[in-house]
């Protein structure tokens, strides 16, 4: 099949580049001259493994390139994919504008029948909107339909679980292009959920605040572990063998980030407010991850009192490890409070040093190198389960820091390996762990 594919943010390139892997012919449409300049150069401007081996390949095999000009890239395609991204308003609803410039530049330069197929996240009801706006623009006498088909990768496993995701929605009112759409997908081998346009926009919104929602349950749970002297980790170990319930998505921390389930679940709470039901489960979603990054803070603060003169080493600025983007990344609000309260910072990432640096307050001093960030600081913070934060020895850890006290956001060592490192190690909604004073009890942990 001939495929456009426009924009080529996460989604749209992973999508253009897995397209022409199963065998279609793509052309990916940007507006940004830079990443298209580097992408016909084989070079991705995102961190995502595997794809840019994909990248190079497909683009030597003449299945795959790119352009910023609407005529070359809409020219003799059947298929248009919309991968533009969906940010949010002021008021936590769905910012449309490049969903609707889109739609106006493929009225203006379409000159052949085309099915749409929308991978951007959009409120239900978009789909049928923009297919009016479309038709309504044509330049041409042509026929246009349209297909929802929401993404559900995640960034840092995108190429992965394209591949081997758990379902492919589309969705659509019109029997011939569900068909078309089917077919499209076969070669990926995945459970198709076939529905109508509407139900396909409701499922990955649903998906994603599900998802959130599971996160702010556990760490709701975190909570109450720590009062009580329970172990979250293992609370979720006992609740996750429940099949009903499932062990994913239990992992309790500093709270969710990323450029999907902040806004998303904002867009849906916008979306029911739209219609006067005011989703009370999904604000207290909401109120639970945002705690998670004060409650992080206040352990800070309660261990070492007053934070001048402090120097602490914040560990993973990304939101999530194997991805550079910073997007809703809980390093941000950690650093500003920690920051306000009067402490010096260091930041480590692997990846994310130059994006960091864009977002991050701009006192706090970045690297690429975890010794050096952790070296004579007085406590360290692990904010994202980076490999190489984990893989350091809490005795390399402990060496390093001016006293050896280290809190994790993640909760990435177990307790047993903390306490005879000799660290005292703080994390979230388990015990402490070799605190002073006090005797460690681990044993029933
Ligand atoms: N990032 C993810 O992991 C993920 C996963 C699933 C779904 N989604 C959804 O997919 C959509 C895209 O997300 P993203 O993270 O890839 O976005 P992004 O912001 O990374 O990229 C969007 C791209 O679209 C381009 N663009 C904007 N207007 C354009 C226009 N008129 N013509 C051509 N290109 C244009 C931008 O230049 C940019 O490169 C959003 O709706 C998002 O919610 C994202
Ligand atoms: O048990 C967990 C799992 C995740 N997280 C955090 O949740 C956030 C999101 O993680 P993840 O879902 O792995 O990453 P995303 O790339 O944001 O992917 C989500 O958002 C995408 C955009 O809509 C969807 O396509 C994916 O299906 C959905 O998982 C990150 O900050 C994680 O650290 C936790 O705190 N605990």
């Not at 992408?39 to 299945?63: A, M, T, V, W, Y």
């Not at 038709?135 to 190429?159: D, K, M, W």
């Not at 979720?236 to 998303?264: H, N, T």
Request: aromatic share 6%; net charge negative.
């Amino acid at each position: 099949m001939n495929i456009a594919v426009i924009g080529t943010g996460y989604v749209g390139l992973v999508t253009g580049v897995c397209l022409a892997e199963i065998g279609h012919s793509v052309t990916c449409l940007d507006i940004d001259e830079e990443k298209i300049g580097l992408l016909n150069h084989g070079k991705s401007p995102i961190f995502e493994e595997g794809l840019e081996d994909l990248l190079e390949k497909n683009l030597q095999r003449g299945r795959l390139d790119f352009t910023t000009d609407y005529w070359e890239g809409l020219a003799g395609k059947e298929i248009i994919y919309l991968a533009v991204g969906t940010p949010e308003t002021a008021d936590g609803s769905a910012d449309l504008t490049f969903i609707e410039a889109a739609g106006r530049a493929i009225a203006a330069h379409l000159k052949q029948n085309a099915v749409i197929v929308t991978k951007s996240t959009v409120p239900v009801g978009t789909n049928q909107s923009i297919k009016r706006m479309i038709e309504s623009e044509l330049a041409e006498p042509v026929q246009i339909r349209i297909v929802s088909n929401p993404e559900f990768l995640r960034q840092g496993t995108a190429v992965h679980d394209t591949f081997h995701g758990d379902r492919i929605v589309i969705g659509s009112d019109d029997p011939a292009a569900l068909a078309l759409l089917e077919e499209i997908n076969r070669p990926f081998q995945l459970p198709i959920v076939k529905t109508d346009l509407r139900s396909a926009e409701m499922i990955k919104y649903a998906s994603n605040a599900f998802l959130a929602a599971k996160i702010s349950f556990i760490n709701e749970m975190a909570h109450l572990c720590a009062h009580v002297g329970a172990n979250v980790d293992n609370v979720a170990e006992g609740m996750g063998m429940d099949s009903r319930i499932g062990g994913k998505f239990l992992q309790a921390g500093v709270g969710y980030g990323g450029s999907c389930f902040p806004k998303d679940t904002n867009a849906l709470i916008a979306m029911g407010r739209s219609y006067d039901y005011p989703m009370p489960l999904l604000g207290s979603v909401q109120h639970v991850n945002d705690k998670q990054r004060d409650w992080l803070v206040e352990m800070i603060q309660t261990r070492l009192g007053n934070l001048e003169g402090k120097t602490i080493a914040l560990l993973g600025m990304t939101f999530k490890p194997n991805t550079d983007d910073m997007r809703e990344s809980p390093a941000i609000r950690v650093a500003e409070q920690l920051q306000a309260a009067g402490a010096t910072l260091r930041g480590y990432d692997p990846v994310a040093v130059l994006r960091a640096r864009q977002v991050m307050p701009a006192t706090v001093m970045l690297t690429d190198n975890l010794q050096e960030a952790v070296q004579g600081a007085d406590c360290a913070v692990i904010i994202t389960d980076w490999k190489q934060v984990k893989d350091l020895p809490l005795e390399e850890y402990a060496g390093l820091l001016a006293s050896p006290l280290l809190f994790d956001g993640r909760n990435c060592f177990n307790l047993k390996v903390a306490e005879a490192s000799g660290i005292e190690y703080h994390s979230i909604g388990r015990p402490i762990v070799n605190s002073p004073g006090t005797v460690s009890s681990l044993a029933s942990h």
